[in-house]
């Protein structure tokens, strides 16, 4: 059986807030924006604060969003590629793999406002167990953690149909127990209340206010 005390860097793209959460209907920009800042703040403080994971890194050309996640204690780099969610994983990981060769790497997406380090923890230990693994979102068809051991490309799959996708490129999928909050990802209005039932993070649970 593989090492399941695996190190982790886990890279987190932040899209720039101005164009995020689009389908979040009834909010102006302004309230959007806040949201997925909100949310992403979230997520970065549950994964720093996961005990398999060494170093969060968030690819982001968003200055507030960039200052706002180093706060927090992410490491954050600017998104050269400027080609979409995947490259910049990759972007990510590969400046990972130059520091610390000997991690696993991770990408997980940034809207997990309910996200927990204990269930991040579980999930990156079983995903130690092989190659290449990820977590599909609570619909069955995406995916909000995609990850590769050291030796492993490290090849994200992220977008629609990303679950089969990762299935069909031999990526394990991770059926755990207990991993609503890494399941839940936020697009909608109800997107958001499913999280509120699991639990928000504080900064979400403010910025989402009367939504939930």
């Not at 403080?45 to 507030?64: E, G, K, L, R």
């Not at 995609?146 to 999928?173: D, I, K, L, M, Q």
């Not at 990802?185 to 999280?195: E, F, K, S, Y």
Request: charged letters at 20%; one cysteine or more; aromatic letters at 4%.
């Amino acid at each position: 059986m593989l090492e399941t005390s695996l190190r982790w860097s886990l890279v987190i793209p932040v899209k720039v807030l101005a164009l995020a959460k689009s389908r979040i209907t009834g909010l102006p920009g302004a309230r959007r924006a806040e949201l997925a800042l909100a949310m992403a703040a979230d997520a970065v403080t549950a994964a720093s604060a996961c005990s398999a994971v060494d170093t969060v890194i968030v690819v982001t050309d968003d200055a507030a969003a960039g200052a706002e996640l180093s706060g927090l204690g992410a490491l954050v780099l600017p998104d050269k590629p400027g080609d979409g969610l995947n490259p910049a994983l990759a972007f990510g990981a590969a400046y990972a793999d130059e520091r610390w060769p000997g991690r696993g790497r991770a990408g997980m997406a940034a809207d997990l406002p309910a996200l927990g380090a204990a269930e991040l923890a579980r999930a990156l230990g079983t995903a130690a167990r092989a190659g290449q693994a990820f977590v599909a979102d609570a619909a069955g068809t995406g995916t909000t953690l995609y990850t590769a051991r050291p030796e492993v490309a490290f090849s994200p799959r992220f977008g629609p149909g990303s679950r089969e996708a990762h299935r069909s490129a031999g990526a394990v999928e991770l059926l755990l127990p207990g991993l609503d909050g890494l399941r839940c990802d936020v697009d909608t209005i109800a997107d958001l209340r499913d999280a509120a039932r699991i639990g928000l993070g504080p900064r979400t649970s403010v910025a989402a206010g009367a939504l939930t």
